[in-house]
């Protein structure tokens, strides 16, 4: 029996052998499943529909190209609302966020129906990364110590692409507004979710190295982040934010 009201949105570029793996588990759990795929070379498209054929659950939003993680989210996020979906899951498709921690995730998350998104974090008590290179763990660290602050957050990790949301906190935020294209994207999510007076959870998860096809993360990424945060803080110092 299918969850009605909740689905998970999957940015994808040359995903396919990783939706072989994922979408399985995700369909064992019952939830609708949203791939936003910018025209992956490797049929990524079609492995997800073939995936989902039996069960109806599996849907593909093809885009024209590599558009970016942002854009991908905030068409994912319309999409879903306009179908009504009141619970809105954002999970990477590489295979770092685990299907297990997610099933805790939606534990955790309806036994308080006054928390507005649960973020799945790897830098609270509990939550750990596996296989990662030192390098990415101190950029990671490191960026979400400056976001700390520099916007005064009191979330440890702003930077996680692993949550679940609740429709109504979306359409308070105005997604369409969020500006970042990178993992930026998930430091300025957090701080509109913030300005809409969001109550934030941590969950703490084991975060996975993935372990086939090439990580999204360059130098264009790291600088756009710390350029948006930089400015987001400045803007907040004068007291225009």
Known sequence: MSRPQTIVVIPTFNEAENLRRIIPPLLDLSLHILIVDDASRDGTAQVAKELGAATGLVEVLERPGKL??????RDGFAKTLRAGFTTIIQMDADGSHRV???RKMLEFFSERPMCDVVIGSRWISGGRVTNWPKHREILSRSANRYAKMMLGFAVH????????????????MNVQLIESEGYAFQIEMTRAAIGAGALIAEFPITFIEREIGVSKMSARIV???????????????????
């Open 223 to 241: 600088r756009e982040a710390l350029i948006n945060v930089t400015k987001w803080g400045i803007a907040r110092r004068l007291g225009k934010s």
């Open 157 to 172: 990790d702003s930077t996680a692409g692993f949550r679940i949301y609740r429709a109504d906190l979306l359409k308070k």
């Open 68 to 73: 970016g993680l942002g854009s991908a989210y």
């Open 100 to 102: 297990d921690d997610l």
